[in-house]
């Protein structure tokens, strides 16, 4: 049996094949692909998708296996160096070299073709990608506090719960009566997120300049912030379901008016399912919470609590408060203070993020560009998790 790795680079191995019977069999006039040629391409691309949903099922395996054994550490975090494919230290260092121009292009090329995408790019290895996770955390509060999964298809459908099952007192030797669970079902799709970065030449050409850590923090900062909009306020339209969505994000638990009270507080705090209140927290932007520092309870002592501990948050009637930019100011009509289980909005992120070097695009003014590509969709997965405060209009 395969493993996944090898699964993994046959695919990129026929992503390769497919790209080039495009080229081949395009009409350098009309640029269109011959009917031979689409024949082709439409086989390749048929085994392509054979190739994904196998590695689908077998991640899935492991994921059964994983729980079965009792290992609760999360996904993410096992980006253990292997010695095959992105993993290796060959891959490692041939993108490394790739990054700052170096090193016999031949060659870098050959080493990177396990990573290889469709668009040209090159799937970021290991290191760099933990380095772009922790940016990415950092930056965007809603990835923190939110559940992450990976998926290598473009959909990913989450049966939820909606209706419990019923429970009844019976009589000793009585029929069990029958009830039915019934389950609705989120889709979460995988929608192209972009970020181009320039650097200097001169800076690339500098032993002392560590590029990766460069490229991974700036990309982690402004990622991160787009991420953050759109967790926060996305459409839904190729973009992640914002939690502030009208019809699909939180619900409405609270109404205040310009000046949010202490009353108003209360109120959110306990529209939310006393289920849901045990892991919940608020969010906020920071002119809200300067409010919020201020509210004292009947008894005149402050419901803002500051944090006691290096990487703790302040907390609120004694939940954690957190702040973010995405967060709308206090104005009519505007929804600005979210209280809820943040781990039920959920984030799929497809495949792998990709980078790739422009060399030409910026030459004239001495710059190298680098293009980082990410596919993800986000959306809360069960409303009665979340609720919000809106101002009124």
């Known amino acids: 049996m395969k493993t996944i790795m090898q699964l993994r680079n046959e695919r990129s191995a026929l992503c390769e094949q497919a790209k080039a019977v495009l080229e081949r069999n395009r009409d350098p006039k009309t640029g269109l692909v011959s009917a031979e040629g689409v ?13 994904g949903d196998e590695i689908t099922r077998c991640e899935q395996q492991m994921e059964i ?11 993410e ?28 292009i031949v060659e870098v090329r050959d080493a990177l073709s396990v990573g290889v995408d469709s668009e040209g790019g090159y799937t970021v290895p290991d290191t760099f990608e933990k380095k772009l996770v922790k940016g990415l955390n950092d930056h965007s509060v809603i990835r923190r506090l939110a559940t992450v999964i990976h998926t290598e298809s473009g959909m990913h459908k989450i049966p939820i719960l909606v209706g419990l099952p019923g429970v009844n007192w019976i009589d000793e030797a009585a029929p ?16 192209k997120l972009g970020a181009i970065l320039k650097a200097t030449n001169e800076f690339l050409h500098d032993t002392a300049f ?16 787009k991420e953050e909009m759109a967790f926060i306020n996305g459409t839904g339209v190729k973009q992640p379901t914002g939690l502030l969505h009208d019809t699909d994000g939180a619900g409405i638990g609270a109404v205040a008016e ?5 009353d108003d507080v209360i109120r959110l705090y306990y529209s939310l399912g006393a289920p849901y209140r045990k892991d919940a927290a608020f969010l906020c932007n920071e002119d809200l919470l300067m409010q919020l520092m201020m509210l004292k309870d009947g008894n005149g002592a402050r419901v803002w609590k500051p944090s006691m501990e290096v990487g703790k948050p302040d907390t609120l009637l004694g939940k954690p408060i957190y702040t973010s930019a995405a967060m709308p100011e206090l104005a009519a009509g505007n929804k600005v203070m979210l209280f809820g289980d943040f781990s039920y909005y959920w984030v799929a992120l497809r495949g792998k993020r990709t980078m790739r070097r422009l060399n030409e695009l910026y030459a004239v003014e001495d710059l190298t560009g680098f293009q980082l590509t990410q596919r993800l969709d986000g959306r809360l997965v069960l409303k009665d998790a979340m609720k919000v405060m809106k101002v009124r209009a």
């Open 39 to 51: 024949e082709q391409y439409n086989r390749i691309t048929a085994q392509i998708q054979q190739y």
């Open 65 to 75: 296996e994983r729980q079965i054994n009792g290992d609760t550490s999360p996904a």
């Open 77 to 104: 975090a096992s980006l253990a160096p292997t010695e095959n494919g992105v993993a290796s230290n060959v891959y490692t260092n041939a993108f490394s070299d790739m990054l700052r121009g170096l090193g016999n």
């Open 176 to 191: 069990m009566p029958e009830t039915t669970m019934q389950f609705d079902r989120v889709t979460l799709g995988a929608y």
């Open 210 to 225: 560590d590029i990766e850590d460069y490229l991974a923090d700036s990309f982690g900062i402004s990622v991160g912030a």
């Open 258 to 262: 310009n000046n949010v009270t202490f």
